[in-house]
């Protein structure tokens, strides 16, 4: 009998075992029915309660071998990953060998994304799927709707799916369908004359488009192309570029006949990204000019009411468009933007650049006195699958995640804080049919925000929360215009509602916050409490309803955006609210160290730049921890609502450092003022450095003797962090992402600094393997089809190419006033750090070339703010007068020292009398190390919110900002 039972046993492992690897060889997969790539459009809840209709799902089960007494699983995640309470166990009995079998699920938990789960019990096969519940869009035709896209001429399903979320523009190209027979009519038709062409296809996309709501803001360009050729020029041809056309005139004139054809069209964009040389205009600022003024005067001329628009981006108005009134003043009606921006690819728009390129956008509409301002592309694309725990996925593509869902909410909505007439976002860089949680919220953002204008921005001041409140146009009562900046976003309060709306009651707020101790730590747990929350209503980003809890409305207040709504309270009821709301559990302050003025081993006192990002006084104290006085020393503070303030630390002087760096830990604790008040204590390491310039005169022979005696700062490149900024490569598809994150080796400067009574002195000491410049030589340009050479040179200021792109290179920038006069938010403005800002004076270039050593000035305190380097020379950028400047390379020491005098004459708001101004530098490389580039303003500790494109040419990149100081010794 212990010989049969041991068998019986044996027998009976072998069958589990046997069993567990049939289930591991089963399949199971769970698949969403109809809907539209997995969007499913229900009526919206406001009260609690289930959607009417529950989504149906079909599991299928198969294995090529039996399985007896199949048993399924499923659970639900929500967008935010919690688990649902939903669970649904399915008994399947046996499952043949070879066949499949099926089962419908009824999944019914209201709105929102859900990643649904079905797990075979007994093994690791899982199946998955995941579904966007939202409700429905506002039916009908709206040609200045806030929500636009840019795309291909939508067909099919994708009409069906822009329908679904809500879109209501696409921003297209239907260029011109041209009735030529064969490629010689670029040869044969008459010069000046309008190509024949067809309206059967656009005729029948446009029928198509406008039955499912959508209207087109056609983009005119490029090139006219039929019959397997296209009339451009020969070097557009040549460098497979999309212009310039070959003959003005004809393109003029056949476009003429296309807007004819459909005149209920009023709005249009001239020609997409026409970056010169770089993307789809192989031709000069100049020629670009040319053809906008001749299709404007057309088109003006065809339909008095039409509003032309034009720009692509604010560094191409500045560069090409704003000093030349002959081409846009009584011609164009607004702007154009993309506002493609290192934080498109980060986790979070926290970094302010997508914010403050927009603005720079709108200040040069203002500038130029121009009523429009419209996005006509961008988007965000953060891969967060990269960095996901293991075993925790999101459904698809590593695009479809929580980051991208929320950043398209906040997108839209900042893009109406600043004002803009119309928003954008790109088909696949954002939404589209595999980014399913960004479909939700997009969905969801449409419902509650189409037809509401933005009536209130609530925080203008606070720099890390946002928060705007939407509502129909009748309820902008004198009160609410008088609220700040209601001026900057009134351009949408004059857009006609539909009357099928009908009166409309409801105002709509979305809140968010970016606090926290850095852009990779952003607060997860804050709330936004408000004690008397009759007559509102709180959504989720993805339309579930936040309830009440014991009578208060206690939101989540961190990056995932949330909805107030209400139908009886007003707009100044609820501005109220929110702004007297009890906001906790943030990050409130942030602050950073400023240089030491005078050697360490003095008593000084050292100033920390403190930001209150709350709409309250806040009171606490700021401690500093100093490594090599062994001591930590502090100061009390108090801070007004959304300010910036200085606060002093007495510094006890330390014992010189070799490398001139100082080890300090900041601890900013806010005391509450209330009852259950609690604030994270902001906490930042930094290195300090005496930093100044010294009263010394240098003679210039290419030896670090030349500095000696001069105390300078260190920047090793192991200090800064690696990482990728897609600006560039979103500015420009064709471009091939790297497949690292960055060069190796490792870079070491040393920054020199001094004055004289005839010159400011910069010196540059760096250790690095390996040194070269392209500047001076012969550039190429090209796309898709390869480069070739242009009559032009790299790096020079009349040819193609910034120098910042030709290898080893040095910028410099000084800031003696907080802003440029005239460019950007000037410091009385409330979005005085929250916008675009200029805050440097003087701006430099100093690298080598095929003809020598080359200092060029590229910002003055009073010139444009313009770029160059794009085919022309442009007034103000040049060689500094009397300016000396000596680059030498010590081969055997890998030492290349950089040694600049500008003359004081030229930088006449340097004064010694200052004792402190603002001085930054980036040292670009051509080995890749540290990402390309070391931005001594990274540093010194400048606030990672700050970044923009205000401080550092060219304009279309945005850098942390000039905001270190150094002091003058006299």
Not at 71 to 93: E, P, Q, S, Y
Not at 286 to 312: D, E, F, S, T
Not at 736 to 752: Q, V, W
Request: charged letters at 15%.
């Amino acid at each position: 009998r212990r010989v049969l039972s041991a068998l019986l046993v044996v027998l009976g492992l072998l069958s589990a075992g046997s069993a567990g690897i049939c289930a591991a060889a089963a399949r199971l997969t769970l698949t969403p029915v109809g809907g539209i790539y997995d969007m499913f459009t229900r009526p919206m809840p406001t009260r609690g309660g289930r959607v009417v209709r529950p989504v149906r799902l079909q599991l299928t089960v198969a294995s090529p071998t039996t399985l007896r007494g199949a048993t399924v699983v499923l659970t639900a995640r929500d967008i935010f990953w919690h688990h649902l309470l939903w669970r649904k166990t399915l008994h399947l009995g046996n499952v043949p060998a070879g066949r499949a079998i099926t089962a419908k699920v009824s999944f019914n938990e209201g709105m929102g994304y859900f990643l649904i789960s079905a797990h075979l019990a007994g093994s690791q096969v899982v199946g998955q799927t995941n579904i966007g519940v939202i409700p429905p869009c506002h039916p009908g035709l709206r040609p200045n709707s806030f929500f636009a896209s840019n795309l291909n001429v939508p067909m099919g399903k994708t009409l069906d799916f822009l329908q679904a979320i809500g879109m209501k523009v696409a921003r297209v190209e239907p260029n011109p369908v041209l009735k030529v027979k064969n490629s010689s009519w670029i040869h044969t038709l008459p010069k000046g004359k309008a190509v024949p062409q067809s309206f059967k296809m656009l005729d029948r996309e446009w029928v198509a488009d406008t039955a499912h709501g959508i209207w087109w803001l056609p983009s005119i360009g490029y090139a006219l192309q039929g019959a397997n050729a296209a009339n451009f020029t020969p070097l557009a041809r040549a460098l497979h570029m999309y212009g310039p056309p070959n003959d003005y005139g004809q393109f003029v004139q056949t476009w003429r006949v296309w807007m004819k054809h459909f005149p209920q069209i009023h709005t249009y964009e001239f020609w997409n990204e026409p970056w010169i040389f770089g993307w789809t205009w192989a031709g000069t600022g100049a020629q670009y000019r040319k053809l906008q003024r001749q299709i404007c005067q057309m088109a003006i001329k065809l339909n008095p009411h039409v509003r032309m628009l034009a720009g692509n981006s604010s560094a191409f108005i500045v560069d090409h468009i704003e000093f030349d009134p002959s081409c846009w003043k009584g011609l164009l009606s607004g702007l154009t933007h993309h506002p493609y921006t290192y934080s498109g690819g980060a986790a979070n728009w926290r970094a302010g650049d997508n914010l403050r390129s927009m603005d720079d956008a709108k200040q040069a509409a203002a500038r130029m006195g121009l009523k429009y301002t419209y996005l006509t592309e961008g988007g965000t694309q953060y891969p967060v699958g990269a960095v996901l725990p293991k075993g925790m996925h999101y459904f698809g593509t590593w695009m479809n995640n929580r980051h991208n869902a929320f950043k398209i909410v906040q997108y839209f909505v900042q893009a109406a804080l600043d004002g803009m007439f119309m928003g954008n976002m790109q088909l696949n860089i954002g939404y589209g049919p595999k980014w399913t949680c960004s479909n939700t919220t997009f969905a969801v953002m449409t419902h509650f925000l189409e037809d509401r204008p933005i009536v209130a921005d609530i925080w203008p001041r606070e720099e890390l929360i946002r928060g705007a409140i939407f509502a129909d146009p009748r309820w902008i009562t004198p009160q609410v215009r008088r609220l700040p900046r209601a001026h900057q976003i009134s351009a949408r309060w004059a857009v006609a509602v539909p009357a099928s709306r009908g009166p409309d009651p409801t105002k709509v707020a979305v809140l968010w916050s970016c606090t926290g101790q850095s852009d990779q730590a952003v607060d997860r747990t804050g709330t936004l409490t408000i004690a008397h929350p009759q007559g509102l209503i709180a959504y989720d980003m993805t339309g579930r309803l936040i309830p009440p809890t014991r009578g208060r409305l206690v939101l989540p207040f961190n990056d995932n955006p949330v909805y107030i709504t209400t139908k009886t309270l007003s707009v100044m009821r609820l501005y109220h609210l929110i702004r007297g709301a009890h906001i906790s559990a943030v990050t409130a302050v942030n602050c950073y160290a400023l240089s030491l003025m005078e050697p360490a081993n003095q008593r000084q006192t050292v100033m920390v730049r403190l930001e209150n990002q709350l709409p309250e006084t806040l009171h606490g104290t700021l401690r500093m921890q100093i490594a090599a006085a062994g001591k930590t020393v502090s100061s009390p503070f108090v801070v007004a609502p959304g300010s910036l303030v200085e606060v002093p630390i007495a510094w006890p002087g330390v014992a010189l450092a070799p490398n001139n760096d100082y080890a300090v830990a900041l601890k900013a604790v806010v005391n509450p003022d209330r009852a259950g008040d609690t604030f994270t204590a902001f906490r930042k390491k930094q290195l300090l450095s005496t930093a100044r310039f010294v009263r010394r005169t240098v003679h210039f022979t290419g030896h670090l003797s030349d500095w000696h005696g001069l105390t300078p700062v260190l920047m090793d490149s192991r200090m800064f962090g690696r990482h990728l900024d897609l600006t560039r490569y979103l500015r420009n598809p064709d471009l091939k992402l790297p497949t690292t994150m960055g060069g190796k080796g490792r870079i070491i400067a040393s920054i020199y600094s001094a004055y004289s009574r005839q010159y400011v002195y910069i010196g540059l000491a760096v250790l690095q393997q390996h040194f070269s410049c392209t500047v001076g030589t012969p550039a190429l340009a090209g796309r898709s089809g390869g480069k070739i050479l242009v009559p032009y040179k790299n790096g020079i200021p009349n040819g193609l190419d910034y120098p910042i792109n030709c290898g080893d290179v040095l910028e410099f920038a000084f800031g003696f006033r907080p802003r440029v006069p005239g460019w950007g938010r000037q410091m009385n403005d409330s979005w005085a750090w929250k916008g675009t800002f200029y805050d440097t004076d003087y701006a430099y270039l100093a690298n080598t070339s095929t003809t020598g050593d080359m200092l060029t000035r590229v910002w003055g305190p009073n010139t444009a703010r313009r770029n160059g380097y794009q085919a022309a020379a442009t007034p103000g950028i040049g060689p500094v007068p009397g300016g000396l400047i000596k680059i030498t390379r010590h081969h055997a020491s890998h030492l290349t020292l950089y040694e600049i005098a500008i003359p004081r004459s030229h930088m006449k708001l340097f004064k010694p009398a200052l004792k402190r101004f603002r001085f930054g530098l980036i040292l670009y490389n051509s080995q890749h190390v540290a990402g390309g580039s070391m931005n001594y303003s990274s540093l010194a500790g400048v606030f990672r919110h700050w970044r923009s494109n205000g401080s550092f040419p060219p304009t279309w990149c945005q850098r942390l900002p000039c905001e270190a100081f150094w002091g003058v010794s006299r």
